[in-house]
């Protein structure tokens, strides 16, 4: 048995015309703004493509970020070296699209983006995500992300951890 999707690295021979999560400030950023943001490099983006109709049926961005080292949970700050900043891969966005929801391909493309963070040659501590209503909270929250700093849906997942 073959996999359904195959996640790849966005390019300009990917059509992003008909993707539809639902969720229109994730769409039309997908839509519209993704590429200039890529072509800056300011992040990377991340595209699961239907192995037999070549529709993207997810995407996700990755960027290099830190946070405060006073924000990060005691029980993990005090194996950090004393910086101001621990630098984290940022998860910036995250979508499915609306036909295939509920078929865990949420859960895999956040696997993918936690195994590039660990394979990545630029050391970072954590994924670090800043969920955009308590929905997506709770699916970072499910898959063992920690809340942490001043706002109730910033999250850190330290990469030491295993997803759930």
């Known amino acids: 048995m073959t996999a359904r999707y195959r996640i790849e690295t966005l390019t300009s021979q990917h059509d992003r015309s008909g993707f539809l999560s639902g969720v229109e400030p994730l769409d039309q950023y997908f839509r519209e703004r993704v590429s200039q943001d890529v072509r800056r490099r300011v992040t ?17 961005t990755l960027a290099a970020s830190s946070v405060p080292l006073a924000e990060v949970p005691a029980a993990l700050s005090k194996r950090l070296p004393r910086y101001h900043t621990v630098p984290v891969a940022r998860l910036g966005r995250l979508a499915v699209h609306q036909d295939v929801r509920g078929q865990k391909l ?7 983006a936690f195994t590039r ?3 990545s040659e630029v050391a970072v501590f954590a994924l670090v995500v800043d969920a955009k209503d308590d929905q997506a909270a709770n699916f970072y929250l499910h898959h063992g992300f920690i809340t942490f700093g001043s706002l109730k849906q910033q999250l850190l997942l330290p990469l030491t951890k295993q997803l759930h």
């Open 44 to 60: 990377a983006c991340y595209v699961a493509v239907d192995n037999v109709t070549a529709i993207i049926a997810g995407y996700y």
């Open 106 to 112: 949420g859960a895999a493309l956040l696997w993918d």
């Open 117 to 119: 963070a660990m394979r």
